[in-house]
């Protein structure tokens, strides 16, 4: 049998596969943080709260609406998303102005309310979403047995990052943003409505958050609690991929994910860890992230 | 002739106002210590030990925040840090605990240095990241060491006797401690804040580039205020060890670090007193919350105090009456 | 503390010239101060609920004792030791309390033992899981009621491999409590002439588990053991049924798992899982009619901590009684002469260390087709005779046990 530094090759590349999928989530939720940092320049703190309504909209929906979990990955990210514009229209607009921390500060707090009260709603334990019945069973793969599910993960995730890609680097809808994000008063002498347009980014990313929410859904246990601890995690691939960078944020979340997922079998104490031991490094050597602009 | 003469008759209408302000100052500060020595037979002396170790520690965060401008979010490394060491200290040395407090905050100064050297460079977000990733590897070194106790925390800590002969059992005698410790950091910020150093600091806050080209080695500034800041939240740790005879995995985790920052927040950043009295209301709240029948809300409850801080009253309680004050009675 | 052991043993001593203050209620109130996570982790454990079930034995009992009024106050403990520490001494000392409920997180219940050592007043722990509490952590101010970590480990491990499921792999929380679990286990499948092929150690509060479970699949091993709890045990077995574990012949065996983990799973994702409990809803007939009352009132079915909250109360209230006395030595002198009979146990009894020994069950998670109802969740395998349940008095380090 083949070894990779002390295990075999099989178990070896299973943990490789497994580590992408985690990182297509993180590559999804920290898209949408670096999306809403790129253009409101605000560190989205509600981030993981959002994540977590994402996986209960679909509970809820299927178990109160009987709506299925193929409308749920459209209908959850489109209700978040609105709660997500709405919070930015009412609260996060009034404090543009000021210092960015108290955006930080602020959505800190809504993720304390948003937490709290699911908790009380619904318990601390949690609720099972089942997964959808064409993707149950696996495939064995000869190393190791895949769920399809999983999979499927990774291929949508993939797919819908590469779309938000294209979609803001590419498009004229997304040239706006990124004018938009440059130099907002000249965006706004052309006529662009550049308010609305903050407020659907911030929709659109707080939807790509109830997005990776759903996806969660089946393998995870739905509870209050799931979006917390992520949190600081998607943070550091942000910062590690480089700030407001929509290609950095994608790429450091699948390889973030990898070197998690290898931790997971070497030094499987460290693996919550190891990601802020690689921010410290990168930001050591490149300031400004992996793909970032120095300022 | 009469241009210079109003000048001058304003220069000293500037300073009349300054005086009635200084005198204003220290009767506030009179009647807060007045208030602060009575206290413990009003109140009860342990929670009013809690309330000035976390004043302490939010007073310390501040002086990096308010006075520096430089958003931590790393600060309960030091907390722990210092806890730990004199916890360790007390529990296995036949020492004295301001020998064992004063370790703690050496522990915490020499944290604090590595800390700044790594991050002191880095401004904004990514100054509060760094800070944040360092404390996690501190909170995974304290997770792991044998000598912490894991989740069970260092447990039944001595509190000894103070000096080897005062009994700090008695909880007179432990709060006449603390608050002495409380008012030699207190009054060390005061000096930091008021001294040519402390003048730097604040150029550097508003304006760094022109800090700079003034010619004064802002990072050096930076990091001496950063190691102080380090060391007082050490000192705090310390303390709190003393008072609880523990020390706990709470102390080091990441929302420490955020509770500190809302302690600052709704007292007022960058005022002297606001993070004392952010501190007393947050743990006065929370203590009241958690005793209440609505007590399983007190998370919600503590969102909705954020949100309305941020959004309603951002310059924190202090900053706002001041702002209330400076409006009315000019 | 010396001043508080001081000022005890004057008053002590007074009260013994003076006659029988010491059997006498004191301030002419019985009072209870419930300390638990309410807004945390373990809200679900304790939380809310089980300062219902407090409610339920107070009102019970008839609200007051030998003519003076039983008071309820309560605190969340937010999880946090300095909390419970500043809490309990606030309720010794102004509050004037003499007993103290509930306990959850560990850490927790040993700052507040602490503090409740030398004191009048005494702790009746529910929620805590470690075993360490009436062992290394022992103190005459309280008793250990619903369960603890040695039962748990060892039953379980010990059916398993009577079952024939002689190698393990072992997923570990990597806190105190899931090491001290893990050596529990690992003791009791190596003397039983199995052994633990590995382990993994992941951190608490971890996000996906599919590479430890991929691990102990490669592993070959016979029986997977879950050393982890709450969020962490459900999202583990989440993913093993996801991985396939039972269809690749492992046995999934979850060492610290509770009513409300399983509830949240639901049978089909964790049926066939054994586990030890203190304590069913469903298992007897007074169980029943208990529960049925607790269901009425929280609309949902007790776990085995809501039910020793209950019965621990009653327990203390009749020492109370018939004491006349609320002080925490006489009491506990008298718990400890009487056994406990009631919905919760049969004949169970306090040892010296402070542990209530009782009757343990083994049980196993039904079937989607044996579930009557979403709490219809355990089938009883067989009952664990109280005596040898608990850690053996031979083996503990506690300081209250005559060697």
New interface residues.
Partial sequence: MTMIFGVPAAAFFGQLLLGLINGAFYALLSLGLAIIFGLLKI?NFAHGAQYMLGAFAAYLLLNYLGINYWAALFLAPLIVGTIGALIERY?LR??TH?D???GL??T??????????F??LFGVSGNRYPVPSELSGGINLGFMFMPYYRGWIVAIAVVVCIAVWFLIEKTKLGGYLRAGTENPALMQAFGINVPLLVTLTYGFGVALAAFAGVLAAPIYSVAPGMGANLL?VV??VV?IGG?GSIMGAIVTGLAMGIVEGLTKVYYP??S??VI??V??LV??LR?AGLFGKEA | MAMTETKSSRNTAAQEQKKAANRRRTIVYLVLLAIALIAPFLA?P??LM?ILCFALFASAFNLVLGYTGL?SFGHAAFLATGGYFTGYLLSNHAITPEIGIITGTIAAIILGTFFGL?SI??Q???FA??T???A??V??FY??ADFT?????M??VPRGYLFGFI?L??NLAMYYFVLAIFLLGFLLIQRTIHSPFGQVLKAIRENEPRATSLGYNVDAYKLVAFVISAGLAGLAGST?TVV???A???DAH?HMS?EV?LMT?VGGVGTLVGPIVGATFVLTL?HQ???SAV??????I??????A???AF?AGIVGEIQKFAKKNFK | ????KKVLTAAVATAMTAGAAQAAITDNEVRIGYLAD??GTY?DLA??NGLEALRMAVEDFGGTVNGKKIVV???????????A???V??WL??DKVDMVAGLV???VT??AT?VLEGSDAIGLVNGSA?S?ITNE?CTPNHIHWAYDTYPLANSTASAIVAEGGKNWFIVTA????G?SLENDVRTVVERDGGKVVDTVRH??ATNDFSSYILQAQASGADVVGFANAGGDTVNSVITAGEFGLAQSGQTVAALLFFLNDVHALGVQTAQGIQLVTGWYWDKDKDARAWSDKFYKRTNARPGMVHAGIYSSTMHYLKAVEATGSDNAKVVRAEMAKTKVNDMFTKGGYIREDGRMVHDMYLAQVKTPAESKNEWDLYKIVRTIPADGAFRPLSESKCSLVKK
């Fill in positions: 560190i609260l009034r404090i000021i960015h921390i108290y500060l602020l800190f707090g809504l993720a304390l309310i948003i937490q709290g009260l908790t009380n600081i943070f550091a910062v700030m104490e460290a919550n860890t802020f031991l921010m410290i930001l050591l300031p | 009860y342990v929670f809690k958003l790594l460079r880095r904004g977000i990514y990241m760094i944040l990733a360092l996690q590897l909170f995974f997770l792991q106790g894991g989740e069970d925390g447990q039944g009994d059992e008695n709190k609880f005879q523990l706990s995995l709470n990441w955020g920052i927040l929370t919350l958690a005793q007590g399983d809300w007190v998370n919600v503590l969102g909705v105090v954020f949100v801080c941020v959004m951002r | 503390m010396k001043l508080i309410m807004s809200r939380g809310p106050i309560n605190a969340d403990d937010r999880n946090s030791p300095d909390v520490s500043s809490t001494r606030q000392e102004s997180a560990s850490s040993i700052a602490k470690a360490s952590h990597d806190y105190a409590f090491h951190p608490l």
